[in-house]
C-alpha cells in the first residue's frame, strides 16, 4: 500500500515508474506500451500477449479481502511481473481510502500483511487510554523526537524503474544504472542519523521497534501510512510511559494480527545507528569503497531491514568472485521493487548453496546468476507469472547465456505454457521453487 503522496504511475511496456507528489486516484493503470521484438528474440516470432490474471492462482482467497479492503480480482502482467491494485473504503481507512497500485508480488503480501497493523494502531488511537495520554505527550520534553525518524514519502521523482527492465539486456553495465552514492560518511542521510541519538537513549526508539514487533511489521517500512501511525502511537505512549503490553491490552482484539514474516529478530532487537554501522562494517569488510558504501546505506530505495538482509546473504555466500560487484548492483537499484527482486534472487543462491552445492561466483546480467562448484548455471528469477514476450525472449535467448553451461532457472512454477515450451526448446532446465 502506498500513501497518496508518494502516487505511482506506471509504464509497463518501458519498465518505467514515476514516484510524484500528485494524489493517486482510484482509476485503472496505463495500458501496456507496444514493444518491438529483439533481434535475437524467438526465431519463430512466437510471442504472446501477457495474460491477465485471476487474483486468486496467486494468493489464497483469504488474503486476498477483509474488513474494509480488497485487491482488485484481475490482474494484468507485463511478462513477468504482476500490477495489484488495493481498494481500500473509507468506512475503515477515512481520509486514506483509495486505490492503491503494487509491482510485485513480494510487496503485495507485505502491504497486505500491514493493513492489519494499521486498524490495529486506529484501534489504539480512539482508545481512551490514549486519547487520556494525549495530555502528557504534550508535556514531555523532547517533543521534537518523533520527528527524528526517517520518512519514507521524501522520495525522489521522476526515477526510470521496473523489475521488467532487469530483462531488456544481458550485459547491464554499470553504466547503464544510476548510481545513488552522491555522500559519504558523515553527510546527508548518514549523518542525520545522529540526530537519532536522543531519542534513542531515552527509549523511544525501542519501545517503537517492539511496538512493530507486536504488530509483525517492519519497523523501517516504506509504507508512509504505517510509518506515520506507528511514529504518532511510539510517541504517545513513550511520552506517557505506556508500556506496548499496556496499550495491545487496551484496544479491543477485533482484527487478527497476520502476514508474511520478511525480517528478523535482529531487526527488532538492535538500536537503528547499530544496524546501519553493522551494514556499513559488513560491506567494508567485502571491499566496497566509502562512496559505495555510502551509496547503499543512503539509498531510501533499499530499506534498513533489506539492507539487513543483503549484507547478510552476501556474507554467507562468502568471499566469492563478483560478491562486490553483486553488494554495488544492489546499492545502485532506484525503488524499492528492484531492491527487493535481487535481493530475494540473492536469498535464492544461499539456498541453493545450502542445499545444493557452494556458489562459486555471481555475475550480475541485469539479474544475478550463479555459477555453483559442480559448475552449474543458476539464474534467479522470483517473478511473479512468466509469459512468453519478446522482451523475455530476448534474455532467454541470449547467446551469452545459452554459451553457459548446465542452465538452470530457478522460477516459481507460475508460468504459461508458450513460456514454459520455449524455455525448454532452448536448453533451460527450469525449476519451481516458491519466492524466499
Known amino acids: 500500500m502506498i500513501k497518496r503522496i508518494a502516487a505511482i504511475v506506471y509504464v509497463i511496456g518501458l519498465g518505467a515508474l514515476v514516484l510524484g507528489d500528485a494524489q493517486v486516484e482510484a482509476q485503472t493503470p496505463p495500458q501496456p506500451v507496444p514493444i518491438q521484438a529483439p533481434s535475437l528474440a524467438n526465431p519463430t516470432g512466437q510471442y504472446e500477449q501477457p495474460p491477465v490474471v485471476n487474483i486468486t492462482s496467486l494468493l489464497p482467497a483469504n488474503a486476498v479481502s477483509g474488513p474494509g479492503f480488497s485487491v482488485q480480482p484481475q490482474v494484468p502482467t507485463n511478462g513477468a511481473m504482476g500490477q495489484y491494485a488495493i481498494v481500500e473504503n473509507s468506512s475503515v481507512f477515512g481520509s486514506d481510502a483509495g486505490t492503491y497500485y503494487v509491482e510485485s508480488l513480494e510487496l503485495l503480501k507485505i502491504r497486505l500483511s500491514e493493513i492489519p497493523a494499521i486498524v490495529q494502531l486506529d484501534n489504539m488511537s480512539a482508545s481512551s487510554l490514549f486519547t487520556n495520554a494525549l495530555v502528557s505527550s504534550a508535556e514531555r520534553p523532547v517533543t521534537a523526537a518523533a520527528n527524528m525518524v526517517m520518512h519514507p514519502e521524501d522520495t525522489i521523482t521522476g526515477l526510470p524503474s521496473g523489475i521488467g527492465s532487469f530483462f531488456d539486456r544481458v550485459s547491464m553495465g554499470a553504466g547503464q544504472i544510476l548510481s545513488s552514492a552522491t555522500s559519504s560518511f558523515g553527510s546527508g542521510q548518514a549523518a542525520s542519523e545522529t540526530g537519532m541519538a536522543t531519542a534513542t537513549a531515552l527509549g523511544y526508539d525501542q519501545l517503537r521497534r517492539d511496538l512493530a514487533r507486536r504488530l509483525h511489521v517492519d519497523p523501517y517500512t516504506s509504507n508512509p501510512i504505517l510509518t506515520k501511525k506507528l511514529n504518532k502511537a511510539a510517541w504517545i505512549m513513550f511520552s506517557a510511559r505506556i508500556t506496548v503490553d499496556a496499550a495491545m491490552i487496551a484496544v479491543p482484539a477485533s482484527v487478527a494480527i497476520t ?14 545507528a547499530d544496524l546501519v554501522l553493522m551494514v556499513q562494517n559488513q560491506l567494508q569488510n567485502m571491499g566496497l569503497s566509502s562512496v559505495e558504501i555510502a551509496g547503499f546505506t543512503t539509498n531510501t530505495a533499499i530499506p534498513l531491514s533489506l539492507q539487513v538482509s543483503a549484507v547478510k546473504d552476501l556474507q554467507a555466500l562468502g568471499g566469492i568472485q563478483g560478491r562486490h560487484s553483486t553488494a554495488v548492483a544492489i546499492g545502485n537499484v532506484l525503488t524499492e521493487y528492484q531492491a527487493r527482486f535481487l535481493v530475494s534472487s540473492l536469498r535464492m543462491l544461499v539456498q541453493w548453496a545450502q542445499r545444493q552445492s557452494p556458489i562459486a561466483r555471481i555475475q550480475n546480467f541485469g539479474v544475478l546468476v550463479g555459477t555453483d562448484q559442480n559448475g552449474t548455471t543458476i539464474v534467479c528469477a522470483p517473478i ?16 551469452t547465456l545459452l554459451a553457459m553451461p548446465n542452465r538452470v532457472l530457478l522460477i516459481p512454477p507460475r508460468m504459461t505454457p508458450l513460456a514454459r515450451q520455449q524455455l525448454s526448446a532452448n536448453g533451460w532446465s527450469v525449476r519451481s521453487t516458491s519466492q524466499p
Do not use: C, H
Request: glycine share 6%; charged share 20%.
Open 259 to 272: 502476514g508474511v514474516e520478511f525480517t528478523n529478530d535482529l531487526v527488532y532487537q538492535t538500536p537503528k
Open 384 to 399: 511473479d507469472y512468466l509469459s512468453w514476450t519478446p522482451r523475455i525472449a530476448g534474455f532467454a535467448t541470449d547467446p
